[in-house]
């Protein structure tokens, strides 16, 4: 502010009431102006002057001050002015910006005293005048910088809102209001505000509050989710509170960001990276990552931790023969099974294909362990409905328990793996705990795997055969090739040892073919000269029906071979024509109209529905061994079953074939029923290719 006084009057001057007066304009930087009506008299302080750009001794009148008010407040002022006048008020308040003689512009704010006359007419005014333009500048950044501000906030969804608790006061930044949807001019009590809260969650944010000013804490966080009519949203509060002197909340201030679409890609991105999609379990990582803390748990309360891994038995035949989108209703069903049977604290989780594994976290005793693997295991007991069609799937499970088999997570399940094979090994759909010799079986099993893959150009596999004959004329009508491994060190490896590894592996694929050449190389051989020719079986994979190229295989063999169609047989599992899908009943068309005879291997094991039968280009039957072995018996119902499947293939116009004949008396049996041809121990066990030619030549 200019000098507006001279030092003197301050200081020298003797302190009359003009004094006074002046000394206070020039220290509060104000000034004055007076008119009266009567004198038409005008005074305005030097101050004033000052303050409007006039020198001391220039002229002023009223009209000249009305002209200092800038065109842009000209006719609000004018108007509150004249409206004042008009009512008779005595103030008049106005901020407006004034031109100055140099052209330069200046905030001013002027209170204007009037006085009037009895009749009502202006008397006098007196006007305090206030230079505010540095105010001015100051809030006009002020509010510029709100106004950003409010932006950012609105452009992040971020707000923020204050509390005075000593004027229980609300104040909210709009982006807040919005965010919480509230009214602009929203201004709630401690209860409205506590209310902002979803009443499921008041309670701990309440106690959050309580337990913060119990201890003085300065910053709290939490998050809260509004569930509304248009979807859910989730607010991320941190808020910052102060104390006064005796430890009272002052003031708090708060920021609050809406975090939904963070959280829904966090939780997407969680679920990617843990769950399985398919099945909804937590994936291998999650598993590991549960099984890690349930092993830390465990050794610090000195627990005992279980798990359980778990192999569908057959599900690949499943998956080939009735399509992945089974497969894939199947694992899931099957989750949902064992949610059902285990306890909500185990983890169930899927690890990859058809294998599941299970935390126990809290294994009380080791026999625990098989009651809950039994439990799994009659979970599974009832079909499954996939793709319209019952199918029964069994499961086998491996256990392995913290700490007495295993030290760490890895351990564990590499023992629980161990076991699993076992119980395959057992003949599936049964549980084996780890025990240590298993250890040195698994190893052996990879080493197996590998000395498999080079069997085949090694040429270490060779086919036996084991003969057929027709039970009423006793002639021998055929033969089952039979894959044995000549391994270098082992011997003579028989199929169960190694066909559910090449299976498991995908060798079964090129190791049947091979048998398919094989086969025919034989069958042409045998039949080239004779003119009862034998029909030779080979053994098909499921797995080989995957691909596409099977017909292409078995032509390539006949056609090498120089082997006619009809002196191969092909035998399948039933599991293969649960399918009611066109690809593999194409491909049997296809074989069947090649002229190959077409039989389903292990008759009456697998699966309820048997009017699928009708649908596929099927000859024979081959009646399960195991049915055989009970044979003749009064008791159990193997009778029951074998009468009632060779009464179903008369009906079917198929042929029938027992296998796994022992004794006389199944044989006696098995005639008695019609059951034509048999295969078994007492007619013939499977021999070498040369052994069987020289036996042929023989009979
Ligand atoms: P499978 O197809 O049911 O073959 C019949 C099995 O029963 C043979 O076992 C045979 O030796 C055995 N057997 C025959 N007569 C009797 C008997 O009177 N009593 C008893 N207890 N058993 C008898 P093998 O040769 O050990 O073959 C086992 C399985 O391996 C076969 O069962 C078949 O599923 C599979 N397999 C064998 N060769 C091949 C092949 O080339 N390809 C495929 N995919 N699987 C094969
Ligand atoms: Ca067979
Ligand atoms: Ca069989």
């Not at 248009?230 to 808020?239: P, Y």
């Not at 079964?508 to 034998?534: F, H, Q």
């Not at 004949?661 to 034509?676: F, H, M, N």
Request: net charge negative.
């Amino acid at each position: 502010m200019p000098a507006l006084v001279q030092r003197d009057v301050l200081t020298a001057a003797p302190p009359g009431s003009d004094d006074c007066l002046r000394a206070a304009q020039h220290l509060m930087e104000v000034g004055f102006i007076r008119w009266n009506a009567a004198s038409d008299a005008l005074h305005v302080s030097p101050e004033a002057r000052a303050m409007l750009g006039h020198g001391l001794d220039d002229e002023m009148t009223v009209a000249h001050l009305l002209s200092l008010v800038g065109a842009a407040d000209a006719s609000r002022v004018h108007g509150l002015w004249s409206d004042a006048l008009a009512q008779g008020h005595t103030t008049v308040d106005a901020e407006f910006a004034a031109l100055l003689r140099d052209g330069s512009v200046r905030r001013l704010r002027g209170v204007a005293l009037l006085e009037y006359t009895p009749d009502g007419s202006l008397a006098q005014g007196t006007i305090g005048l206030q230079d505010m333009s540095a105010q001015h500048t100051v809030l006009q950044a002020l509010s510029d910088s709100e106004a950003r501000l409010e932006e950012i906030q609105e452009i992040a969804h971020f707000g923020c809102w204050e509390w005075d608790y000593t004027r229980q006061q609300a104040r909210f930044a709009a982006e807040t209001l919005r965010m919480l949807r509230r009214p602009m001019d929203w201004a709630p009590g401690m209860q409205e505000l506590m209310e902002l809260v979803p009443e499921d969650q008041r309670n701990w944010v309440v106690d959050l509050y309580v337990k913060a000013f119990a201890e003085k804490v300065e910053n709290l966080r939490y998050e809260v989710r509004h569930v509304e009519d248009d979807g859910t949203r989730d607010l991320h509060t941190v808020a910052r509170i102060s104390y006064d002197a005796q430890g009272h909340p002052k003031r708090l201030l708060a920021t609050v960001q809406d975090i939904t679409e963070l959280k829904t890609y966090r939780r997407q991105l969680h679920s990617l990276s843990f769950f399985d999609p398919l099945t909804e379990l937590p994936n291998r990582a999650l598993f590991v990552d549960r099984l890690n803390q349930a092993l830390i748990d465990a050794s610090w309360h000195h627990q005992q931790v279980g798990t359980l891994l778990l192999d569908l038995d057959r599900f690949k035949d499943i998956n080939d023969s009735l399509g992945h989108s089974a497969g894939d209703d199947l694992l899931k069903q099957a989750a949902q099974r064992l949610r059902q049977v285990l306890r909500d604290y185990d983890t169930i989780a899927r690890l990859g294909g058809d294998e599941f594994a299970v935390v126990l976290p809290d294994v009380r005793h080791a026999t625990d362990m098989g009651s809950i693997a039994s439990k799994v295991i009659s979970a599974f007991k009832m079909p499954f409905t996939v793709s319209g069609q019952e199918v029964f799937v069994t499961t086998s499970i491996g256990g392995a328990l913290y700490p007495s088999d295993a030290q760490d997570a890895n351990q564990l399940l590499q023992h629980a793996d161990a076991a699993l094979y076992h119980a395959k090994g057992k003949g599936r759909n049964n549980f084996q705990f780890y025990s240590s010799d298993l250890t040195a079986q698994a190893s052996a099993r990879l080493t197996m795997e590998s000395e498999l893959h080079k069997a085949l150009e090694r040429d270490e596999l060779e086919l036996h055969y084991q003969p057929k004959f027709d039970l009423a004329s006793g002639r021998l009508v055929g033969a089952e090739a039979l894959m044995r491994w000549n391994h270098p060190e082992r011997g003579l490896v028989p199929p169960v040892q190694f066909i559910p590894l090449a299976e498991d592996t995908g060798l079964i694929v090129p190791m049947g073919a091979w048998a398919l050449r094989a086969a025919c190389v034989a069958a042409a051989d045998w039949n080239r000269r004779s003119s009862d020719p034998l029909k030779i079986a080979v053994n098909l994979s499921a797995r080989q029906f995957a691909g596409g190229e099977l017909v292409n295989t078995v032509r390539e063999a006949l056609s090498a071979a120089h082997c006619q169609p009809q002196w191969l047989e092909l035998e399948i599992t039933e599991s293969l024509l649960l399918d009611g899908r066109d690809e593999i009943r194409g491909v049997l068309e296809e074989l069947s109209q090649l002229g190959i005879t077409i039989a389903i291997d292990d008759f009456g094991t697998g699966y309820s529905a048997l009017s699928y039968l009708t649908r596929f280009p099927v000859q024979i039957l081959k009646i399960d061994r195991a049915f055989i072995k009970e044979l003749p018996s009064h008791q159990g119902n193997a009778e029951q079953l074998v009468k009632a499947i060779v009464s179903l293939g008369q009906s079917l116009n198929m042929a029938l074939v027992a296998e796994g004949v022992e004794t006389k008396e199944q044989a006696d049996y098995l005639s008695g029923l019609g059951c034509e041809v048999v295969q078994g121990f007492l007619f013939g066990k499977p021999v070498t290719q040369l052994a069987f030619e020289q036996w042929v030549h023989a009979s």
